[in-house]
């Protein structure tokens, strides 16, 4: 399963711009493999690790035993998330479930021991495929997310309350990232975009308005990671409401901000417990 990934592949590499947030983690690559699929094509895009290459072996031999050979491969890295590898088969959704139960247990069944982290191996619908790239152009934009958040809270229920309080992290995180970056804030950091990149910058910001937005990010954050991951307890309407309308208070922050900043306003000056040299 070799072959020439310059002549029998077409490489499809694609930096996501992190104001279009289909990925929610901000900045991923995705590279796309389409035409003779062969393994070591797949193992070159996912760094030549040796466990990548076993996974990507069990894949590909389940797949070909299936009578379904993938029409196009995806991988996906980004910093802060694991790497993924899709496999995209022409088959209805049911078929492609029962694909994919196959290839967990036969990658299981290559490791005695501990299964690799880092690399999660799915197979997916073509019609899928297909779908999403009819909506590429379109973008995940933090008003979607407002009225999103405002939708899932009026229709009531737990579930609903907890799923409202997530879009509207989500909303304040693209507005966030999308004022940073107009303003240059961003452009000198060595780090990965995402909201931990938003709060180093933000949180060494010489201005109020600055330091202030970061914490507010992150309270929001810490919100959602309640709702997600704390069953323990009944999440209330209330306590929705209250995050959503904090949401409401991070947008005007953002307004604020802009308008402050964006015609080359200056920033205060430090106080003496901040560094001269600080970023603005």
């Not at 389409?34 to 466990?51: C, F, K, S």
């Not at 379904?68 to 910093?79: E, I, K």
């Not at 997600?228 to 922050?253: I, K, P």
Request: glycine share 8%; hydrophobic share 40%.
């Amino acid at each position: 399963m070799t072959g020439n990934a310059m002549t029998q592949v077409e490489w499809r590499r694609m930096a996501i711009d992190p104001g279009r947030r289909e990925d929610h983690l901000p900045g991923t690559t995705r590279m796309e493999i389409t035409g003779t699929l062969q393994m070591q094509d797949i193992v070159q895009a996912l760094g030549a690790e040796p466990d990548a290459q076993r996974c990507v072996e069990a894949g590909l031999e389940v797949l070909a035993m299936a009578g379904h050979p993938p029409a196009r491969a995806v991988v996906s890295t980004g910093h802060g998330r694991l790497e993924a590898l899709e496999f995209y088969v022409d088959a209805a959704v049911p078929t492609c479930c029962e694909l994919d139960s196959t290839l967990q247990h036969a990658i299981a069944s290559r490791f005695t021991s501990v299964l690799p982290p880092g690399l999660a191996v799915t197979v997916l619908p073509l019609a899928a495929y297909a779908q999403e790239a009819t909506d590429e152009g379109k973008s995940f934009e933090a008003d979607t997310l407002r009225t999103c958040a405002r939708e899932l809270l009026g229709r009531g229920g737990e579930m609903s309350q907890r799923l409202a309080v997530v879009c509207a992290y989500l909303s304040a995180l693209h507005g966030v990232q999308a004022v940073a970056e107009q303003l240059g804030y961003l452009e000198q950091s060595l780090l990965a975009q995402g909201q931990e990149t938003l709060s180093w910058r933000l949180r060494r910001h010489r201005s109020v308005e600055g330091r202030e937005l970061a914490q507010a990010l992150e309270g929001l954050s810490r919100a959602a990671d309640d709702a997600l991951y704390e069953f323990g307890t009944c999440y209330s309407a209330a306590r929705a409401s209250y995050q959503l309308e904090q949401m409401q208070r991070v947008h005007d922050r953002i307004a604020r901000f802009r308008d402050t900043f964006r015609h080359g306003g200056r920033c205060p000056e430090p106080r003496r417990a901040v560094r001269a040299d600080t970023a603005c």
